[in-house]
């Protein structure tokens, strides 16, 4: 995984804790699933990653 990809997952994955602890301090249901929606999103990329760097490393 390149360094811009994995920073980017990782900014993805902060945006998304820092929306879903907006969405419980003021009760909104939608930015806290819309936070959550963010960090699924962000693990998945750091997975996929993870297994093409496998991948290579096993060719």
Same mark, same amino acid.
């Given at each position: 995984?390149?360094?811009e990809d994995r920073? &980017? %997952?990782?900014l993805k994955n902060v945006e998304g804790k820092v929306q879903e602890a907006m969405? &419980?301090?003021?009760? /909104?249901?939608a /930015? !806290? +699933?819309?936070?959550? +929606?963010? !960090?699924? &999103? %962000?693990? %998945?990329?750091h997975?996929?990653?993870n297994i093409k760097e496998k991948i290579d490393q096993s060719l």
């Open positions: 995984m390149s360094t920073v &980017e %997952a990782t969405g &419980e301090l003021t009760g /909104d249901p /930015d !806290q +699933a819309e936070g959550k +929606a963010k !960090q699924i &999103e %962000a693990r %998945a990329k997975t996929k990653e």
